[in-house]
């Protein structure tokens, strides 16, 4: 007899014995009730003989027994609760029972139960839902432990303002509410190629015929389900069926804020494909990044330098639909959560990390593809998720052109909220493309005053966007206030000729321009231009830089500074950062002795980080052989060393990472002969190399 069958068995003696129990209470109501005890032995015993004959094949049976079981114990308890039984529930109880051979139907009458009113679950369920809770309850890094105190109404403010609707990302959407479906279906796949109908046929030539489907390993067809479960774009039947070649996503750091660290990872035989393509670009030959992405033609750096080779032969079809290929393929290599955190604005991306900033690249390019197809809530909605990634920085300098996008998409209300978010006035101030729009947006949601004052305000801060804007407009006469008024050397010439050349549009209406007028000419005071220097110190002028390298504006970039323009060397990395933090090297083998060491002030700046890093994971880390746990005020112990690693959510192989590089750059200040104490070789002792620290923190 099977073990289920015998708890079974147990189960039935046990409802027998208070069946009796209750039939004796209930003797003087019915004279049915020592029949009903009568059959539940019978039907006990029935049940024990059905089991011994079919032994532990008949599993499937025993599945359906069990249903029938929870089914009894439910209408028992509606029996015992009601003792006279409808007809009409009679015969339900026959339906459930269906496809099982029921010796004595009776007893489901008498069967007693929790409750009726409750749902029910089978054992398994039970269990596995009282895991579910105690997990959640009792786990040291569980969500609900995660935040030791609140979050601040400004961080809230912040998650709300940066809040991602996956549903926007997608073009086709806007598409659809714009022009309905039919657009769609007559277009076909005219949401990505801006309007042209892609042709499958042997007309397809050039890059576009190159990197079809057709023409890569695999064939096409990808799995209808992978297609649409993307929260970045949804794939497309003519692309190549491959996988993803060894991209991946894990958590490098949850922080106490509340945000979620992420990266993108590189396993090795992706390596190997980044290699030929670095190797690619230094043959400065097209034919060869072709040919590189027929072969792996989901590899992110590929997809992204031949989308601008096809970009510069002003075919815009088929670099559009290289980008979304791009984005489809980091949006199913991203981890399980960040889907999630990205949607409440919570997910983060460092920009120092080279896997990272190809999606920066890519989202970047893929808004300005939006904008030829005047698909602006999404675009808008894409600038939204790259400023989302790292709001303190904002690397790209997103700020500078989400206005424009807001405004476009009609989306004035999210704008407002973004641009007068605590947390964002704080870090950005209120740059002057922000200002001007700001009374635009309100103008649009029909608050005239309010226009009017942020307006006036912004007029009175920078006179000259105001002036700019006016003759752009062709605006005759200029206000007196702001007649004449002009920036003060190439870096405000920059900001302002980037503002107005991009915004003239959205002013470019009656109503805007009689409001820009008005309140220019009712401005009795204006600050003088000098006055905003120490506000423009706020931008990073690289950063900027790397904006208009972006914006692929001739006119603009002539602007910048000829030092800044001098390092810009590679479309696939516009202007890195100097803390680049890459993984690993993209030379060869043989060149790799010495990665990243030839620089004194890297190797310093990169030190001091990475002992910054291990002071705020680890207090005493440092401190020596006196160190001191504050928390437990006794010496710490190895114990200590794994909770606080554990406890911070920083990744076990960013943490092998992270020390094998310190003990790299220890040995490379000591050659250099630099004052620093050995202070990290409590670290190097207590993980040994990255191997160690894995294992120990398993």
């Given at each position: 007899m099977s073990s289920r069958a015998l708890r079974r068995a147990q189960r039935e003696l046990e409802e027998r014995q208070q069946l009796e129990k209750l039939s004796h209470q209930e003797a003087d109501e019915s004279d049915d009730e020592p029949i009903a005890a009568s059959s539940n032995k019978v039907s006990a015993f029935a049940l024990l003989g059905a089991d011994d004959e079919e032994g532990d094949d008949g599993e499937q049976d025993v599945i359906e027994s069990d249903k029938a079981d929870s089914d009894e114990e439910q209408m028992a308890e509606s029996a015992r609760l009601q003792p006279q039984t409808s007809k009409a529930s009679k015969r339900k109880k026959k339906k459930k029972g269906k496809g099982r051979k029921d010796p004595e139907p009776k007893l489901k009458q008498k069967t007693p139960s929790s409750s009726s009113s409750m749902p029910q679950f089978d054992e398994i369920d039970r269990a596995l839902r009282s895991l579910s809770l105690n997990t959640s309850q009792s786990k040291p890094g569980g969500a609900s432990n995660q935040l030791t105190k609140p979050l601040s109404k400004e961080i809230q403010q912040l998650f709300s303002v940066l809040s991602i609707d996956t549903q926007h990302?997608?073009?086709?959407?806007?598409?659809?509410?714009?022009?309905?479906?039919?657009?769609?279906?007559?277009?076909?796949?005219?949401?990505?190629?801006?309007?042209?109908?892609?042709?499958?046929?042997?007309?397809?030539?050039?890059?576009a015929g190159a990197v079809a489907g057709r023409n890569a390993p695999g064939g096409r067809n990808?799995?209808?389900?992978?297609?649409?479960?993307?929260?970045?774009?949804?794939?497309?039947?003519?692309?190549?069926?491959?996988t993803s070649g060894g991209l991946g996503m894990e958590i490098v750091e949850k922080k106490k804020d509340g945000t979620v660290e992420y990266?993108?990872?590189?396993?090795?035989?992706?390596?190997?494909?980044?290699?030929q393509f670095e190797s690619c670009v230094a043959s400065m030959d097209p034919n060869r990044m072709v040919q590189l992405l027929q072969y792996n033609p989901?590899?992110?750096?590929?997809?992204?330098?031949?989308?601008?080779?096809?970009?510069?032969?002003?075919?815009?079809?088929?670099?559009?639909?290289?980008?979304?290929?791009?984005?489809?393929?980091?949006?199913?290599?991203?981890?399980?959560?960040?889907?999630?955190?990205?949607?409440?604005?919570?997910?983060?991306?460092?920009?120092r990390r080279p896997e990272n900033?190809?999606?920066?690249?890519?989202?970047?390019?893929?808004?300005?593809?939006?904008?030829?197809?005047?698909t602006w809530r999404t675009a808008f909605e894409w600038a939204k998720l790259v400023l989302s990634l790292d709001p303190d920085e904002d690397p790209y300098c997103v700020r500078l052109v989400i206005d424009q996008l807001a405004m476009r998409g009609r989306q004035p209300q999210q704008f407002i909220d973004l641009a007068e978010s605590d947390y964002l006035r704080k870090r950005w101030g209120i740059p002057p493309n922000i200002a001007m729009t700001l009374g635009l947006a309100y103008s649009q949601l029909n608050q005239p005053e309010k226009a009017r004052s942020k307006l006036s305000l912004a007029i009175q801060e920078y006179p000259w966007v105001a002036a700019g804007l006016c003759q752009e407009?062709?605006?005759?006469?200029?206000?007196?206030?702001?007649?004449?008024?002009?920036?003060?050397?190439?870096?405000?010439?920059?900001?302002?000729?980037?503002?107005?050349?991009?915004?003239?549009?959205?002013?470019?209406?009656?109503?805007?321009?009689?409001?820009?007028?008005?309140?220019?000419?009712?401005?009795?005071?204006?600050?003088?231009?000098?006055?905003?220097?120490?506000?423009?110190?706020?931008?990073?002028k690289i950063k900027v830089a790397r904006h208009v390298i972006l914006t692929d504006d001739r006119a603009l970039i002539s602007l910048l500074d000829h030092r800044i323009t001098a390092q810009y060397t590679s479309t696939s990395d516009p202007l890195p950062p100097k803390d680049n933090l890459p993984s690993y090297t993209t030379?060869?083998?043989?060149?790799?002795?010495?990665?990243?060491?030839?620089?004194?002030?890297?190797?310093?700046?990169?030190?001091?980080?990475?002992?910054?890093?291990?002071?705020?994971?680890?207090?005493?880390?440092?401190?020596?052989?006196?160190?001191?746990?504050?928390?437990?005020?006794?010496?710490?112990?190895?114990?200590?060393?794994?909770?606080?690693i554990a406890e911070s959510g920083v990744s076990p192989n960013t943490i092998a990472e992270r020390t094998a590089r310190l003990q790299e750059l220890r040995h490379a200040v000591q050659e250099l002969e630099v004052g620093f104490e050995d202070d990290e070789e409590q670290l190097g002792d207590f993980y040994g190399d990255g191997t160690d620290s894995h294992d120990s923190h398993e």
């Open positions: 990302l997608h073009a086709s959407n806007e598409m659809r509410r714009l022009f309905g479906r039919a657009a769609l279906e007559g277009s076909g796949e005219a949401e990505a190629t801006g309007g042209r109908r892609r042709g499958r046929g042997p007309q397809q030539v050039g890059i990808l799995a209808s389900l992978g297609l649409r479960r993307n929260i970045f774009i949804q794939g497309k039947e003519e692309w190549p069926r491959a990266r993108f990872v590189h396993n090795g035989t992706y390596q190997d494909v980044q290699r989901y590899h992110i750096s590929t997809l992204l330098q031949v989308s601008e080779i096809a970009k510069q032969e002003r075919d815009h079809a088929t670099s559009g639909d290289l980008l979304e290929r791009a984005l489809f393929s980091l949006g199913r290599s991203v981890h399980s959560s960040f889907s999630q955190n990205l949607s409440q604005g919570k997910a983060r991306l460092d920009f900033r190809e999606f920066w690249l890519a989202a970047w390019r893929y808004i300005s593809n939006l904008g030829m197809r005047a407009l062709d605006i005759n006469p200029i206000p007196q206030p702001i007649w004449g008024r002009q920036p003060l050397g190439d870096y405000q010439t920059l900001l302002c000729e980037l503002y107005v050349t991009k915004a003239k549009d959205i002013w470019n209406t009656p109503e805007a321009t009689s409001l820009l007028v008005e309140v220019a000419s009712s401005c009795t005071s204006v600050i003088s231009v000098g006055s905003t220097t120490s506000w423009l110190l706020k931008f990073d030379e060869h083998p043989g060149n790799q002795a010495r990665r990243n060491l030839s620089n004194p002030d890297e190797i310093l700046r990169e030190y001091a980080t990475l002992q910054s890093f291990f002071r705020g994971l680890i207090p005493w880390l440092f401190e020596g052989e006196g160190a001191i746990n504050p928390e437990t005020g006794a010496p710490p112990t190895e114990e200590d060393f794994e909770r606080r």
